[in-house]
T-cell receptor, first 113, second 114 residues
């Protein structure tokens, strides 16, 4: 069965520092992968997605993610974090039937000044 | 364009009462999803509709939960009777077509069952 693991429950990064959030997936075929962000009290917003092609994907708000099939990973990165990036981040994979997304448990990002 | 609209944003009710959550998907979107988010279990898919037809309801916890989509612009999730363990944030999301497309989420309904 498909699954998504986000190993880090909570990460704190200094403002201006770089960020990498880890995501590992379990999927038999070529996965459709997503990163979403959820600000407090809000719904989820899509940051970026990978379906095929270039394994380095650019998203909104300066985020990027790299698909590595050999490591079953889809890590999210940002070169310089802003205080407004503090939120919860979810990695997701579309299920095999194409009927829904399977989400990881999320990583909460705190940004220190 | 308006995004996915959910109502109410907050609902507090007592155990045993009926609760109805409402969702209006983005116009032109053919697929609609209901999710539940809790601290313990994270985000879980409850049910998925495509062209107003329920396709996958395997995530619906039990018979107390029911969902309908009478037309392309409206869906409801009903809990009857409600229990304290149903307390969660319920999200509705829609896509143009299918579960592999980009899902647009509503702001959620925070349900508290006392």
């Amino acid at each position: 069965a498909q699954s998504v693991t986000q190993p880090d429950i909570h990460i704190t990064v200094s403002e201006g520092a770089s960020l990498e959030l880890r995501c590992n997936y379990s999927y038999g075929a070529t996965p459709y992968l997503f990163w979403y962000v959820q600000s407090p009290g809000q719904g989820l917003q899509l940051l970026l997605k990978y379906f095929s092609g270039d394994t380095l994907v650019q998203g909104i708000k300066g985020f990027e993610a790299e698909f590595k099939r050999s490591q079953s990973s889809f890590n999210l990165r940002k070169p310089s974090v802003h205080w407004s990036d503090a939120a919860e981040y979810f990695c997701a994979v579309a299920n095999q039937a194409g009927t829904a997304l399977i989400f990881g448990k999320g990583t909460t990002l705190s940004v220190s000044s | 364009d308006a995004g996915v609209i959910q109502s109410p944003r907050h609902e507090v009710t007592e155990m045993g009462q009926e609760v109805t959550l409402r969702c209006k998907p983005i116009s032109g979107h053919n697929s609609l999803f209901w999710y539940r988010q809790t601290m313990m279990r994270g985000l879980e898919l409850l049910i998925y509709f495509n062209n107003n037809v329920p396709i996958d309801d395997s995530g619906m916890p039990e018979d107390r939960f029911s969902a309908k989509m009478p037309n392309a612009s409206f869906s409801t999730l009903k809990i009857q009777p409600s229990e304290p363990r149903d307390s969660a944030v319920y999200f509705c999301a829609s896509t143009k077509s299918g579960g592999q497309d980009t899902q647009y989420f509503g702001p959620g309904t925070r349900l508290t069952v006392l």
